[in-house]
């Protein structure tokens, strides 16, 4: 299983990326083992969405990482 996935945090930062291990990945991010969201956390989950494929998985991280903040909150409001 495959997971896209939308983090943010109290400034209102958000990081988007993809994990086989989303519970993992978050640690990872709010314990500073991610160099972009280190120092940054603490960091929660606000949309996540998951594959079975990695292909598939891959092409939804790259399109959201296209999105303005805008579009991203309507994704997350939609879930």
Do not use: C
């Not at 400034?11 to 291990?21: A, C, H, L, V």
């Amino acid at each position: 299983m495959y997971w896209v996935y939308i983090l943010k945090n109290q400034e209102g930062i958000y990081y988007k990326g993809y994990t086989t291990d989303i519970e993992k990945r978050l640690e990872e991010h709010n314990t500073g083992l991610s160099r972009y969201t280190s120092n940054k956390g603490p960091w929660t989950i606000v949309y996540f969405k998951n594959f079975e494929e990695k292909k598939a998985a891959l092409v939804e991280e790259k399109r959201i990482k296209r999105l303005n903040v805008k579009s991203i909150e309507n994704l997350i409001s939609i879930g």
